[in-house]
């Protein structure tokens, strides 16, 4: 994405001060996705709660789901295609822990071995387009003997009518980070840019996922041969996040 096509608010200041989009996971964004991503606690728990038997965890990033679960003594092999986060996570994890960490492809993968669970967390499916999901979800079957957890977001009807934004301000360490949110319901896409400002510095960084609902990714799973065991949603508001819990229909 170039400064150009950036919609909104983002696109503004990129054009104002003449800043190109760098990619959020790459090796400058990485530090500053991990800024806003470490603090969130979403999750956690419910993972922790299905662990059973090796983990495998893909989109896995700079490990916040990871640590968790490495600590907690479980064996996990956490893929991600980010060398740059994947780079933070080896740092982070605590001594000792039983972690193979892969760099590679969520929609192609190997690993030849079976997982009692793999997780997909923080609406990460919803980075893939339609043909991408059916490549993921072909993989995760073949890794599969017990749970596929994945999360995703539904959005209120106002997100998905118009264009809509919204952002939150953070200020950390030295820095101050803006977190911009465009939403384009029509086209189904949103847009999450993060401007990073200290006071001899400026960037900004950009990731798109398509607003995927669950109704239309359980229709994708249950295509994809996974049946839906468990569905938890939570608290009503404009982006609810709905997990689904699912098994292998043959199992
Ligand atoms: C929203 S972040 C979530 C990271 C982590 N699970 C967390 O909660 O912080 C999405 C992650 O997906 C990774 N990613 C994007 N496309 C991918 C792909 N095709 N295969 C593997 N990882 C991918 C990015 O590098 C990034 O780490």
Redesign the pocket.
């Known amino acids: 994405m170039n400064r150009s096509n950036i919609p909104g608010t983002a696109g503004q200041v990129a054009a104002l001060f003449g800043l190109p989009a760098k990619p ?2 790459g090796k400058e964004g990485a530090p500053v ?2 800024a806003i ?2 603090h ?1 606690p979403s ?1 956690i728990r419910d993972v922790l709660r299905l662990a059973r038997g090796p983990v495998l ?10 640590v968790p679960l490495a600590a907690r003594g479980h064996e996990v092999v956490a ?4 060398a740059a ?1 994947l780079g933070m996570l080896a740092d982070r994890l605590p001594a000792g822990a039983d972690v193979r960490l892969v760099e ?4 192609a993968f190997e690993l030849h071995r079976r997982f009692g669970l793999v997780v997909l ?4 499916v919803c ?2 387009d339609t043909s ?1 999901r059916a490549e993921l979800f072909a993989c995760v079957r073949r890794h599969l003997a017990g749970v596929f957890y994945v999360s995703v977001l539904d959005f209120a009807g106002l997100l998905l009518a118009r264009q809509a934004e919204r952002s939150t301000v953070v200020v950390q360490d030295q820095s101050m980070i803006t977190l911009f949110q465009h939403f384009d319901g029509r086209r189904g896409v949103r847009t999450t840019s993060l401007l990073q400002e200290s006071a001899d510095h400026r960037a900004l960084y950009t ?1 798109e996922v398509r607003m995927v609902s669950s109704e239309q990714l359980a229709e994708e799973l249950a295509a994809a041969g996974f049946k839906i065991l468990e569905r938890r949603r939570g608290l009503d508001s404009e982006q609810v996040q709905v997990q689904l819990i699912c098994g292998r229909h043959d199992d």
């Open positions: 959020l996971y996705y991990d991503a470490r969130d999750e965890e893909l989109a896995c990033g700079s490990g916040r789901l990871t893929l991600d295609n980010s986060l590679g492809d969520m929609t967390g923080t609406s990460s980075l893939l991408q990731s």
